[in-house]
């Protein structure tokens, strides 16, 4: 007994050191490469009541724009992995924080592959979506959350985003999405007159991706947004949504897209958001969503594409915005009773007061 117990220390000690050794030479690489995606990095979760330890880098052997998640803790998970198998593949889609790709299920006899979706629902976590574990534990909704620090994303010369924003009657502001500006040491907003400033962030609120700018240099007037913050959102109701899709590549002009509000709940039921069937783009992000009375309901952040996915975008509540507006001073105005327009009645009113912001 005392002999068997000799030898099995020793061996629970190496296993212990080599799972560390693969723990560190992950943690090292996701450091190294983590400015360059949200998504890389070590991160931990479960599955089926077991428990995940993931880093997802670049991938070695697919092409550049692949990420792996290798399964760190294989063993503990089963299913016939083991430490450093690779677990799934994604790779971007059109949409910031979104990525798609297949993830691998093994029982003791096969190995299939299914396809998948990630979703970033902050800079510290994901939710991984999948048809894995129908076939295991039912749940097909994983979330994760990031164990070790992340390099900071340094603004890189020449390295640019682009998005939208509106300008807020009265005032020299604009309201954006803090992904658009959120590296920027310079940020530039034009106008579809053609007039540019530069901007500041003057208040911002990471949580739920709202930024606030101040333009230099910009006399305040009676153009703009007047914000209603009784103004409801239903399901069914038409909105509009203004914007500059693709920034300056398509065109430095605003258009404007309808659709239907789907839902009143953003991804994973977000209180914050609602979804809705306008079809946004890149670009888009920052801009206001109306309705039919010109009210802005919500500020345009994501969309989810994909080739079994359609009319999925979601736009920040405008409600959600209150604490950062009223923390710079914005007031608020009731205006009920105002009638209905139609989209492009919307467009010639409204359309002045978008802007495209460039932050470098």
Known sequence: MLFALLIFLPSAVFAQQKGQQLYDEYAKKALEQSPDDLLIGIWSGSLCGKRIVLAVVHSEDKRPNILEAVLLNGK??????????AWFFVSHVATRGVYEGKTLYRNRLFKNWYPNRVVMTGEDVFTAYDDVTTATCGST?????????????DSREGANS?????????TALIITCNHVVESASKITVYFASGSSYDARVLAR???????????VGFTPGQEGFRLNMSSKIAAGDQVHALGYPLGEALSRQPSIVSGQVSSTLGIEDSPTEFRMSTPINPGNSGGPILNDRGDVLGIAVSAIRGRAVEGLSFGIKITTALPLLQQVGVRFEEMDNRPSQTASQLFSVYSKAVVMIQAK
């Open 205 to 215: 609120d990471l949580n739920n991706d709202i930024a606030i700018l101040s333009l």
């Open 162 to 170: 682009s998005g939208s924003g509106f300008l807020l009657s009265q």
């Open 141 to 153: 909704a994983n979330t994760y959350v990031r164990r070790e620090p992340r390099a900071k994303h």
């Open 76 to 85: 503990e998970v089963g299913y016939g992995f083991k430490d450093g198998d």
